[in-house]
C-alpha cells in the first residue's frame, strides 16, 4: 500500500507530466515529420543509437524535436542504462544540483522540475548534491515522459561501413539470436569508455584474474568481507571502490596513490563557460590541445565528501607519493612493491580510469583501422605529448568519424561519437551533465541537415508537388475584368 508521501509524490509527477505537455505544445515540439520514406522494413531506421544512458536519450529527444525519427539499441537491462545503477559506486553526483542537463531548454525536463513536483521547494532548498540512484530514477522518468523507447539487451556484435549508403549492425537479441539492421546514420552514445575500456597496468597480467578488478567492473563487493584490499589511485573512482570496500567489511583498505599530493582544484570546472561549450571546436588544434592536455595534467580532485567517506572509517590508510614498481603473487597473497615498503593484499582494485582501445572493442573491428586519430592530425611539442589525447578520434563538424586514408571506408562519415572520446574535437559536450543538451543539439542539427542536403532531389520534388491553397480566388474582385465586361 502507498504512503501518504508517496500517493502525494504521484500526484506531483503526474502534474508535473501534465505541464511538460503544455510546454512541448507551447513551442510546437516535436516538430512534423519530414523525412522521406526511405526505410524500407522495420530493421531499417534513419538513426540507430547505440546505447540509452544520458547521452542517448538527449540525443533521441533532440532528434525528435527536429522531427528525425530514432532508434536506441543498449545492451543493458531495462531502466539500467549507463553506469548509475551498476558500476558506479558514488553517493551523489559531482555536478550542481542546479545544472539543467538533458532538458534541452524545457524547464519541465530538469531533474529540479521533477524532484520538487515530488518533495517540494523545501526539500531542494535543503539538498546538497544529487543522490546516484535518484539521478537514476530521473533519467529513467525522462524516458518514460518523452516516451522514448529502448530496445534494451540488444548487444551490437559488428558494425560494417563499406556501403556509402548504410551502415550495417549485426545485433544479438535477447534471445541470442542475431539480427542485421541498417542504418542510415548510427551514433555511438556509450560513455565514458565508449571507444575502449578499462586502462588497466600490464602488471595485472602477473595476477589472477579472480583478485583484482577494475573500479568500472561489475564487481560484487561483498566479497571483499573481512580482506585486505588495495587501490591503486587518488581519483574520485578509487575513493568510491575504497568506501564501498570499507563498507561492505572489509578488513583493511590502503590506497596507493602515486602522486605525493591530492589535486586541490578542479580546473574543468574553471573552464566551464557558455564560451567554452561553443567555441571550443572552433579553436585551432593547437589550443584545443593545450587546454586538454593542461586539464588532463592537473587532474581532477576527488569530491570531498568521497574523500571523507573513505577517511572516517579508522581502517584505511592513504598512502601519497606511493607508486608501485611490481606485483606478484606469494602463495594466495598479493604482494605490493612499492617505494614505501611492500604491501599484502588479499584483493586489488585498479582505479586507473579508462583508454580507447579499439582491440577491446571487437564490435569496432571493421572500422578501427580506417578511423582516423588525433596522433594522425597533429603533432604536439615535447612538453605537451599526451598519450590518452594521441588515441581520441580527429571528428568531423558533426562529430562524425573521419577516414585516416580518404576514400577508403565509404559509410564511414555516417558513424557518429556522441561520447566521452568526443572531448578533443569537440569538447565536454557529449558526456557530462552541464552541457550534454548543447552537444545534442548541436548533433541533431548536424544530422537533420546532413538528411536534408542527401536528399534535396526527394525535397524538391516535395516543393514542386506541393497545392496546398492559402487564397482561393473569391477574395478580390479584378476592376480591369469588371470595366471590360461592361
Not at 61 to 71: E, P
Not at 319 to 335: A, K, N, Q, T, V
Not at 354 to 378: K, T
Not at 454 to 462: A, V
Request: hydrophobic share 40%; with cysteine.
Amino acid at each position: 500500500m502507498n504512503t501518504v508521501v508517496e500517493v502525494a509524490a504521484e500526484a506531483g509527477l503526474r502534474e508535473l507530466e501534465a505541464t511538460l505537455q503544455r510546454e512541448l505544445r507551447y513551442l510546437d515540439l516535436p516538430a512534423k515529420a519530414w523525412m522521406p520514406a526511405l526505410c524500407k522494413t522495420e530493421k531499417h531506421h534513419d538513426v540507430v543509437i547505440i546505447g540509452g544512458g544520458m547521452a542517448g536519450l538527449t540525443l533521441h529527444a533532440a532528434l525528435g524535436f527536429l522531427g528525425v525519427g530514432a532508434t536506441i539499441f543498449d545492451a543493458s537491462p531495462a531502466d539500467l542504462e549507463g553506469p548509475w545503477g551498476t558500476t558506479a559506486r558514488m553517493e551523489t553526483l559531482r555536478s550542481p544540483k542546479q545544472l539543467t542537463g538533458p532538458a534541452l531548454g524545457v524547464p519541465s525536463l530538469t531533474f529540479q522540475a521533477w524532484y520538487i513536483a515530488q518533495f517540494g521547494d523545501s526539500a531542494w532548498q535543503e539538498l546538497d548534491k544529487i543522490p546516484r540512484l535518484q539521478w537514476l530514477e530521473y533519467l529513467n522518468w525522462y524516458k518514460r515522459a518523452l516516451g522514448i523507447k529502448v530496445r534494451n539487451q540488444h548487444a551490437v556484435t559488428s558494425i560494417d561501413a563499406s556501403n556509402a549508403d548504410w551502415v550495417a549492425l549485426q545485433i544479438q537479441t535477447p534471445q541470442g539470436d542475431t539480427e542485421t539492421h541498417y542504418a542510415r546514420r548510427v551514433v555511438l552514445a556509450t560513455g565514458r569508455d565508449g571507444l575502449g575500456g578499462p586502462s588497466v597496468p600490464a602488471v595485472a597480467d602477473q595476477l589472477p584474474r579472480k583478485v583484482w578488478a577494475h573500479s568500472s567492473d561489475n564487481n560484487d563487493y561483498s566479497q571483499l568481507k573481512d580482506k585486505r584490499v588495495g587501490v591503486i589511485g587518488g581519483g574520485a573512482s578509487a575513493m568510491d571502490s575504497a568506501a564501498t570496500a570499507l563498507e561492505a567489511g572489509a578488513q583493511h583498505v590502503s590506497l596507493l596513490i602515486r602522486r605525493p599530493d591530492f589535486p586541490r582544484v578542479n580546473k574543468g570546472k574553471g573552464a566551464g563557460s557558455a564560451g567554452m561549450v561553443h567555441g571550443f571546436s572552433a579553436l585551432d588544434d593547437a589550443w584545443r590541445w593545450k587546454i586538454r592536455h593542461y586539464i588532463n595534467t592537473q587532474q581532477v580532485p576527488p569530491p570531498r565528501n568521497s574523500v571523507l567517506r573513505v577517511s572516517k572509517h579508522e581502517n584505511a590508510d592513504f598512502y601519497l607519493g606511493c607508486p608501485f614498481s611490481d606485483m606478484s603473487m606469494r602463495g594466495s597473497e598479493i604482494l605490493v612493491t612499492t617505494p614505501k615498503g611492500d604491501f599484502v593484499f588479499d584483493f586489488v582494485i585498479f582505479s586507473t580510469g579508462f583508454q580507447v582501445d579499439w582491440q577491446a572493442r571487437p564490435e569496432f573491428a571493421n572500422i578501427a583501422p580506417y578511423i582516423r586519430v588525433w596522433g594522425d592530425r597533429y603533432r604536439p611539442s615535447d612538453d605537451e605529448a599526451d598519450a590518452e589525447l594521441k588515441r581520441l578520434p580527429d571528428l568531423g563538424e558533426h562529430f562524425e568519424f573521419l577516414e585516416k586514408v580518404p576514400g577508403q571506408l565509404p559509410g564511414l562519415a555516417n558513424i557518429h561519437c556522441f561520447a566521452y572520446p568526443a572531448v578533443l574535437s569537440h569538447g565536454t559536450v557529449s558526456g557530462d551533465i552541464p552541457a550534454i543538451s548543447e552537444g545534442a543539439r548541436k548533433l541533431a542539427q548536424g544530422i537533420a541537415s546532413q538528411f536534408f542536403v542527401s536528399d534535396i532531389d526527394t525535397h524538391y520534388q516535395t516543393l514542386l508537388a506541393y497545392a496546398e491553397p492559402e487564397v482561393y480566388g473569391d477574395e478580390w474582385v479584378d476592376a480591369g475584368l469588371q470595366k471590360e465586361a461592361q
